[in-house]
């Protein structure tokens, strides 16, 4: 088991900046896959970003590349999502997420098994 934990949410202005965190215990070791969703009201949970742990690589979604980053801290087993020039679009709330075992499509919320609670991000025009 995976237990994951956001913070960081909150209210801000369009182009202002949030950092969310997720913290992440239990058998981090066996997860294949990290990443960040969100999902609107009344809309389907989006892939944001996401990351291979064997790899390295990072995914960004279109629509947060060169705004949002993505980073970690291994020895907090903690994950990051900066988040530059926020636009309203951006409102939702955000989800880390952990996959288990391999993952073919990592922009699928349906490929992860371990969620966290989740964080409001509010952006105002």
């Known amino acids: 088991q995976v237990q994951l934990v956001e913070s960081g949410g909150g209210l801000v202005q369009a182009g202002g900046s949030l950092r969310l965190s997720c913290a992440a215990s239990?058998?981090?070791?066996?997860?294949?896959?990290m990443g960040w969703f969100r999902q609107a009201p009344g809309k389907e949970r989006e892939f944001v970003v996401a990351?291979?742990?064997?790899?390295?690589?990072?995914y960004y979604a279109d629509s947060v590349k060169g705004r949002f980053t993505f980073s970690k801290d291994n020895a907090k087993n903690t994950i990051y999502l900066q988040m530059n020039t926020l636009k309203p679009e951006d409102t939702a709330v955000y989800y880390c997420a952990a996959a288990a075992g391999v993952v073919a499509q990592l922009r699928s919320p349906l490929q992860y098994d371990y969620w966290g609670q989740g964080t409001q991000v509010t952006v105002s025009s």
């Open positions: 239990g058998r981090t070791f066996s997860s294949s896959t």
């Open positions: 990351i291979r742990w064997t790899s390295g690589s990072t």
